[in-house]
Nanobody, 118 residues
Framework: VQLQASGGGSVQAGGSLRLSCVAS????????MGWYRQPPGKQRELVAS???????NYADSVKGRFTISRDNAENTVYLQMNSLKPEDTAVYYC?????????????WGRGTQVTVSS
């Protein structure tokens, strides 16, 4: 499985960005897709995940501001990020797993930088 993320960039606080991640290869093996982020000097953390059936999960820090969605026909997962804050600045990674509720993800895309200025 290969994951290709796009959509990062620089935005002012309060702005919005939309990340996209397209999966290719053995996509039949994918169940859950998610977005992680790694802020400067910090550990990677789960931002949001979505099962193939549509169940979603969010980190408390992004609830109400970020929305994860999937287009299974296009093998794509999106992360709509609204009301962005400087603390959302991070490298964002797309991930995928064959498990519905994975403890860890098997497949990772290259990160895309999101920078939010105050």
């Amino acid at each position: 499985v290969q994951l290709q993320a796009s959509g990062g960039g620089s935005v002012q606080a309060g702005g919005s960005l939309r990340l996209s991640c397209v999966a290719s290869g053995s996509i039949f093996s994918i169940s859950t897709m998610g977005w992680y982020r790694q802020p400067p000097g910090k550990q990677r953390e789960l931002v949001a995940s979505a099962t193939k059936g549509g169940s979603t999960n969010y980190a408390d820090s992004v609830k109400g501001r970020f929305t994860i969605s999937r287009d299974n026909a296009e093998n794509t997962v999106y992360l709509q990020m609204n009301s962005l804050k400087p603390e959302d600045t991070a490298v964002y990674y797309c991930a995928a797993s064959p498990s519905v509720y994975p403890r860890s993800y098997n497949y990772w895309g290259r990160g895309t930088q999101v920078t939010v200025s105050s």
